[in-house]
């Protein structure tokens, strides 16, 4: 143990919490990790599986607002909001269009881009010594578009990435073709990213870096804390379904059920969970080279262990509804644009809710009321992509180093200026 060992309580084995507990048992300290459920199997089993190191563009973004309704009234678009939800929405919804004007667009880029830059290499260091480097695969993003006027529609979005390092090339025809073979010929033209990769089993990844940290002295506890007692002297007491637990430090990685967590130590954050679905085709028939975006249906398609997992698309309904799995049966409907061949009937479904703030930044760093509780959360649809470098500014923030970045943008308080 070394000398300036501390003793941190990681709340959320998801791929945030779990990047955080490597990090700080790399630094020495002594880490448990709480959950209710096992690792892994919140929002981070069933993504998308992207490192997606092109996505440093927040969601909200200037435009947004006038497509928002066409989206809403299209049954086959990708956002819905359920009808009981929204007046509860609704301050949500105003500052999330607020933060998609140009400015405030560009300022949260300039925070995303630091955390989603070089992931496939950050996810590489992360994995090191864990065992689970077979799960990490480079691959191109292959974002196609259904005709040349909706790539001329969508190419500023593109364009505005590039002074954040982002090289997008467009691609069309015969040379679309040999980087996809299992595109459909009707498809002319794809914007492509080739500093990109995926896992082939996102839930997998989680747990195989979760087993690591407790071959490396971390304590792995399933229970679900009720409710979190900032201490006046130092340290925090966590109330659990199994009783209490006294935590020196703590990091609160709970995913979208942070907001929660968050109140009871006094810091009242806007974070909604932003719902989304899965489509997992087992026998699907085409092989893919590269991960697939659809520009029209927006969502993504990435070759996996147990078949081509297709995933996208937004819903706003609160924590605790059900899933509606018509969400996952657009998707469904929709394959078959890119890859006409799919064989579509043997699949599987899921929901997941993205931990999602209105700028779109993750909350990363310190409590500004109580000494000894950091947040690492609201990595809304880059939460994979994002953990290790999450990960290693909360055990920075923790040994007390300064990092090279400015912290303003991920603080937890900017809400409330
Ligand atoms: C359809 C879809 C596709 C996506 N695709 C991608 C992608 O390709 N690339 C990418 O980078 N990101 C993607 N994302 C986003 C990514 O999955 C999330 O940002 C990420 O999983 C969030 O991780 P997390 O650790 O913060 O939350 P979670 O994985 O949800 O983990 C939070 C954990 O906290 C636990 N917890 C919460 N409250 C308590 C409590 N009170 N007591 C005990 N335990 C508690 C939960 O049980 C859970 O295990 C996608 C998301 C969706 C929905």
Redesign the pocket.
Known sequence: MQENAQSITV?????????CAVHLLRDGHRVTI???????????????????SY?CLPVSLPGLFWSVPGMLLDPAGALTIRMSYWLTLFPWLVKFLRAGRMEPMQSSARALSFL?NN?LEQHRDLARGAGVDHLLRPAPLVYAYADEASLSKGLHTWDWRRPYGVEPRVVRGAELRELEPALSEELPCAVVIDDCG?TTN?SLL?KGLADYAQRQGATLLQ????DIHPRDGGGVRLS?DDGDIMAEKIVI??????G??AEQCGEAVPLEA?????LMLHDPGVELRSIVGSAKGK??A?PMDEGLRL???TEFAGLDAPPDYRRAEVLRSQVRDLFPDANIDDYSQ??????SLPDSV?VIGPSQRHAGIYY????????????PKTGRLIADMVAGRTPNIDLGPYRVDRFQR
């Open positions: 709340l959320g084995a998801g791929v945030v919490g779990i990047a709480i959950d209710r459920l096992p690792p892994g199997e919140a929002c981070s089993s069933g993504n998308a599986g992207v490192f997606a996505a989603v992931s995926h996102p989680v229970r679900d804390v009720i659990t990685a709970a995913g979208a059920w942070s929660k967590l932003e719902r989304g679905y899965h969502f993504l990435t995933a996208g698309t899921w929901m997941g809710q993205r931990p993750p690492a959360f609201g990595h809304q649809h880059i939460g994979l992509t994002s953990a």
